[in-house]
Each structure stands twice: as structure tokens, then as C-alpha cells.
């Protein structure tokens, strides 16, 4: 038995897992917030080009209209999860850092620049970040992750303050959205256009989508 054979086994073990348990509690749990927007980006969504990337085009320039309130509020606590640490990622970080005053951008490994911490978004949350942001924002990182989008979502939520918003964006396939639809007792929105990306692979075609969900914690 190999090597690969087995890290190929351990890996449809954790899928499997983080499947049911996403199963289980989108159907017995409550998500303890409001919708306040669920859907597929469309062609007719603000993009800035220089963001570059497909998605990033759309889901940078809807997350900054976002923060655009808080920008007016100094005490105002921004949290940027899976920052991602180069290029594009940094670009952006510098951007929150340039319009908010306390924002604070984490990730699994660490970093050396400014207002950076290592956290791994699939928990623990630390004591201190309990209910203590304004705004709680993840870009297209949900789809990535072998472990329960659901848990994720919902330590996502714990840091958020009662009234504070939870913005997650995701790229589809990857994002779980029959899971999400179902936790939150609502199907996504579906424009005329949607922005879509079509990649050729050995298969054939493969169309990603993007989509948004922007939470209100109760």
C-alpha cells in the first residue's frame, strides 16, 4: 500500500466527514442571522480591472462598498480572514488598511507585515475575538477548505458583533451552496448574467461561478 494511496484515503475521509457533519447541521441548526443578500455575481455588478482576476474584479470592489460605512466610524473593528499574503492579497489588505483604522487580517501561516496574526478559520476562535468585529469578510476561500463550510461560517459569525455583517464570497463548484441554501432556509439568487469563467481541462469545459453572501448577525 503506498504512500499516495494512503494520503488519497485520508482525504476522501475528511470530504466525507466534513460533508456530513455540513448535512447535519444545516438541517438541525439555526444560523442565528439575518440574509441580507445571497446570490451569483452579475456582469452588471461594480468591477475595478485592477484587481486583474475574473472573480476578483467583482468580489474586492463589492466587499470595499461594503466597508464604505465604517470608513466614517473610528472605532469600527474590520477582520479580514484568509488574506492571503501576496500580490493581490497584499494589494488589498493595503487598501482596507488606507480607508479603516482598526482592521486586522489573518491566516493560517504566518506573516511579518503589519496587522497581520496567524488563525485558522476553522477554530477555535480565540476569547478576544468574540463578538468583537464590525465587519467580518472572507473572499472566495470557503470553497477551498476539506472541513465543515458550516463551521466555518459560524465561528466566522461568533467574532461578529450583534448588528456587525459577515461577508463571504466563493467560487462554485467548491462552495457547498445546497448545504448553504439549506441552513439558511433560502435559495440563492440567480441574475440574467451571471459572471461566469470557463476553463478548458482534459475533460472538456468547466464553468466556475461566483457568487456573495452577506450575513447580518442577530
Known sequence: MGLHYLRRTKRRIRILFA???????????????????FRFFSKTDQKNLKWIEWSRVYEY??????????????????????WGFTDLHLAFKEELERRVRNVVHSDFRKSNAINTTVFDIRGPVPKQWIEKFDLVMNISTLEEIEYSQIIVLRNLLSMTKPGGKVLVTFDIPGFKLGTFERYLRRKID????????IQENVSGEKSLKVGLLLLVKS
Open 19 to 37: 460533508n456530513a457533519t455540513d448535512f447535519v447541521l444545516s438541517v438541525f441548526l439555526l444560523p442565528g442571522c439575518e440574509v441580507e443578500d
Open 61 to 82: 470592489e463589492f466587499a470595499l462598498q461594503i466597508l464604505y460605512p465604517y470608513e466614517l466610524v473610528d472605532s469600527a473593528q474590520i477582520h479580514n480572514t484568509s
Open 190 to 197: 440567480v441574475p440574467t448574467n451571471p459572471v461566469e469563467n
